[in-house]
């Protein structure tokens, strides 16, 4: 059963442009922002708000944007965050004191605070204990290697 549209929505400055009431399925929060501060500033040029809001909730309506308010929630606004690399991760600041805090004063061009000199260094340790574990796993399987030539040829 569908419902006759009321007198007044004839007039109304929404009459076409129902794409910024009613929102599409999988809208991205910014997108959806947009749409909704687009709609509701159409809404405050219309005289006939009250009415929409009245035919709204007797019809029972629960989605799009009627008398100028999301019957489904107000969208909330997005913030920018943090930065966001091409890949999409997010990038924390850095704080000092950290091994990202170094790099951090390095690619500024300051000269690095003592705590981040010390993680640093203790960064600089964990690659050298790695490079020699690693070295003695590859000197292994060299060395096994080697054997099992020996023994076929």
């Not at 965050?81 to 390095?106: A, D, L, Q, W």
């Not at 003592?114 to 796993?137: H, L, N, S, T, V």
Request: positive net charge; glycine residues 8%.
């Amino acid at each position: 059963m569908q419902i006759a549209p009321p007198e007044w929505a004839a007039t109304a400055p929404c009459k076409s442009k129902g794409h910024l009431f009613f929102p599409p399925h999988g809208e991205r929060p910014e997108a959806r922002w947009r749409r909704y501060e687009q709609a509701v500033a159409i809404c405050q040029t219309c005289p006939h708000t009250q009415a929409c809001s009245d035919y709204a909730d007797a019809n029972k309506e629960t989605d799009g944007i009627w008398g100028g308010v999301a019957r489904n929630g107000k969208p909330q606004p997005v913030s920018r965050g943090p930065r966001i690399r091409e890949i999409g991760r997010k990038v924390r600041n850095p704080s000092c004191g950290t091994y990202r805090g170094y790099s951090k004063h390095v690619a500024d061009g300051t000269t690095p605070c003592q705590p981040c000199i010390d993680a640093m260094d203790i960064q600089r340790a964990r690659y050298r204990q790695y490079d020699k574990e690693r070295r003695r796993q590859i000197n292994a399987e060299l060395t096994e290697l080697r054997a099992r030539r020996g023994r076929t040829a």
